[in-house]
């Protein structure tokens, strides 16, 4: 059964520092993704990563994935306030290219302080 | 803009009382998913559809929950007899085929 760990749970960092998020998962999987969460909203798509070592950045986030090592990571540079929200990474338990269900990380709450 | 779409957006139901919630797909995508989310966790999968084949329900998705997908386009989901541990968002989301899944804003359940 695939699991999916997200670490930090909480994170609160200061405006202009840097941080990462982690992201492992347990079984053999060809996509994963970053979702942003604001409270009481839905799920706004940041990245999706298809293939080993693959590395997508937008504004002060990248993201990138390392299938060997099922790891993922979400970093954040020059943390600003805009920023703060939960981020979850969600790993797609389909194989050979079929996206079934997506298998999500309990999430990081993420506060950027002033 | 044409995303996914959900109906109603906010739900209070009294305990024992059955509801039902809809989600409408993008239009070209084959492919329908519920998931639902507790109050700070992840959303864990429901079930889904392709075209309007059920193709996995998950061991969370109870006898007292059903889904359907009527002519492959919208879905509803119906929960019977709520309880409280059911107050929870319902996540619908959409794609095609293989393709990346888009999310729906979501019904937040409230049982009482």
């Known amino acids: 059964e695939l699991k999916v760990e997200q670490n930090p749970l909480f994170l609160s960092m200061q405006e202009g520092k840097n941080y990462t998020i982690y992201c492992n998962y347990s079984t053999t999987s060809d996509r994963l993704y970053w979702y942003r969460q604001d409270p009481g909203k839905s799920l706004e798509s940041l990245f999706v990563?298809?293939?080993?070592?693959a590395v997508k950045q937008e504004g002060r986030l990248m993201a990138s994935l390392d299938t060997k090592a099922r790891l993922s990571t979400l970093h954040i540079t020059a943390a600003v306030h805009d920023l703060s929200a939960t981020y979850f990474c969600a790993v797609d338990s389909g194989t050979q290219g079929g996206s079934e269900k997506l298998v999500f990380g309990k999430g990081t709450k993420l506060t950027v302080n002033p | 803009d044409t995303g996914v779409s959900q109906d109603p957006r906010h739900k209070i139901t009294k305990r024992g009382q059955n509801v039902t919630f809809r989600c409408d797909p993008i239009s070209e995508h084959n492919r329908l998913y519920w998931y639902r989310q507790t109050l700070g966790q992840g959303p864990e999968f429901l079930t889904y559809f392709q075209n309007e084949a059920q193709l996995e329900k998950s061991r969370l998705l109870s006898d007292r929950f059903s889904a359907e997908r009527p002519k492959g386009s919208f879905s509803t989901l119906e929960i019977q007899r709520t309880e409280q541990g059911d107050s929870a968002m319902y996540l619908c989301?959409?794609?095609?085929?293989?393709?990346?899944?888009?999310f729906g804003p979501g019904t937040r359940l409230t049982v009482t």
């Open positions: 990563l298809l293939s080993n070592g």
């Open positions: 989301a959409s794609s095609f085929y293989s393709y990346e899944q888009y």
